[in-house]
Structures are given as structure tokens and as C-alpha cells.
């Protein structure tokens, strides 16, 4: 049976695209591959479309329904951002006699829209006091990022045979730095890089190949990483140097804290809002093989 929300139905194909993002988004972030969570994230897609449905009734509910003008500025804007009617048509896959729907469409996220800033319109605006309180808390989200500095000896492996004797002859000239012999020197006559491109100077994540970052960022100042291995070849590194992230100053990003003060308030008020709608809602959904519903208001 699919969700059924105030008598509304919702298909299964609307639950399982909202599952699906979900999942890759959490999969995305280098969990687990997440097969044995498919129950916890259809249960956040329920809770998601729940949300949204709740919310356009709402919306349908209270706001007025959009003046025809309105609609076609929108409809006009939405084309134009979209390269043309033509254009926009191909990359929707939609044709001109599916105007009418995409214009209902368009007046009710007018409407809720509409709804959406009326709930922001009531926020207070965040005081000095909150923006510092928020910034003290997340200092790490108003850094900048850690940077190092590295050399590194680099060889190329494009002769697959001969990828043991290299891997062992740059095994030889690290065990050579350990115990003492120049790195700069030994990268000179080991390394398929020119000599400009030994010292890599100071990088922050992100900028280089993630091998080289993930080794290099996990060393201490000074350390000689052991002998890895990139799509491009072998390489050897150096930490020459690390930089800690040091915060922004408080006035720089006060505006994008008030504005994430706000955005958090206004996400707070909506589910306030839900949570009372949900009260009087009706919801059903039963699951497969279930043979019940797994929750009704009346």
C-alpha cells in the first residue's frame, strides 16, 4: 500500500527516488555500503515526503492562489534559465502541451514559496551575543584549512616490468634519508621530476592527488613517509612543513553566521509547524506484508 497523507496518495516510485538519494548521499560520505540501513533510510524518505506534502497542503490551504501574471513570470524566468523554451523543453523532457501542468505546478510552489517566507518573516534577528556564542562553538567551521609542505621523489612505473626493481631501488634511497642522506639531494638524482618540482611548497586538501594527501597529511614535520603508490608512479615525501588553520576574525563572517542562525531558526519553525499539522493528519502507510497501518491520526 503507498503512503496516503490527508487522502492524498503518494506513489512507491516518489518513495523509492526519495531512498535512493538519500542512500547515496550516506554513501557518499564513506559509510558502510549501507544495504543493512535500507529500512532507517526508507524510513527518512517517508518522514521527508511527509514533511514536504504536509507543508503544500498547508500551503494550498492558507496562501492565495497565485495571480495568472505571477505564474508566467515564473513559468518565463524558469525557461529563460534553462536556455530558451526549446531548450528547456528538450533538457525536461517535456513538450508545450504540458503547459498547463507545469504552470499548476508553478502556483503551488508559488504558494508555498509564499508560506515559507511568512514563516521567516516572524525571526528575530540573531544578536551580537548569539552570532559570538555560535562562532566560539564552531571555530573550526570559521578556519581556514591546515596546510603542509612537502618534496617528494616521484617515479615513473609505465614499464609494468619493471615495477618491483623501482619499488625496491626507492625503498633503498628512503632507508638512505632515514639514516641521514639529504632529501633534496637524493630527489635530484632519483626523481623522474625536474628539480623544481621536488618541493611542492605549502597545499591544502584538495589540491593534490588524495594518495599523496591522505600520507602526507597524516606526517609530522620532518617524517619521511614510507614508499607508496598513484595511478602515476611511486612516490617517496617529505613533511617540510604544516601550517595549523587559524579562525577568520569574528566581523568577517558575521553575516554568514547570522544567516546560518536564521536558516536554523526558520528550519525549527517549520518543523514546529509539521508537528502540529501532523496532529490532526491522517497518515497511512503500510509495509509490504505488513497488513497494517503504521500510523493514523484522526
Partial sequence: ???????????????????SAIKAHYESLGSMSCCERDGEFRGYARDNITFRVLLTQEAQRIIPTPKTEDVS????????????????????????EQDELIRRDLSLNLQVETLHSDVGKAL???????????????????SDED??????????????????????ALCKVRQQIVDGASFAEAAKVNSDKP?????????????????????????????????FCTQNGFHLAKVT???????????????EIESELTAQRHDA??????????????????????????????
Wanted: charged share 35%.
Fill in 124 to 142: 528575530p534577528v540573531p544578536t551580537e551575543t548569539e552570532c559570538r556564542q555560535f562562532y566560539d562553538s564552531n571555530l573550526d567551521q570559521f
Fill in 195 to 227: 628539480e623544481e618540482e621536488i618541493d611542492l611548497g605549502f597545499f591544502k586538501r584538495g589540491e593534490l592527488m588524495d594518495e599523496f594527501e591522505v600520507v602526507t597529511f597524516s606526517m609530522k614535520e620532518g617524517e619521511v613517509s614510507p614508499v
Fill in 269 to 298: 519553525k517549520l518543523e514546529e509547524l509539521v508537528d502540529a499539522l501532523k496532529e490532526t493528519a491522517k497518515i497511512e502507510y503500510t509495509e509490504p506484508g505488513d497488513g497494517f497501518d503504521e500510523h493514523e491520526h484522526d
Fill in 1 to 19: 500500500m503507498p503512503l496516503v497523507i490527508n487522502g492524498q496518495t503518494i506513489d512507491d516510485a516518489v518513495i523509492d527516488q526519495e531512498f
Fill in 147 to 168: 596546510e603542509v609542505r612537502a618534496s617528494h621523489i616521484f617515479k615513473s612505473i609505465r614499464e609494468v616490468e619493471k615495477r618491483e626493481a623501482i619499488f625496491k
Fill in 241 to 255: 612543513g604544516r601550517k595549523a588553520g587559524q579562525p577568520k576574525p569574528f566581523e568577517s563572517v558575521r553575516s
Fill in 73 to 96: 513570470e515564473a513559468y518565463n524566468k524558469l525557461k529563460e534559465e534553462h536556455g530558451g523554451g526549446d531548450q528547456f523543453y528538450a533538457s525536461a523532457g517535456l513538450s508545450p
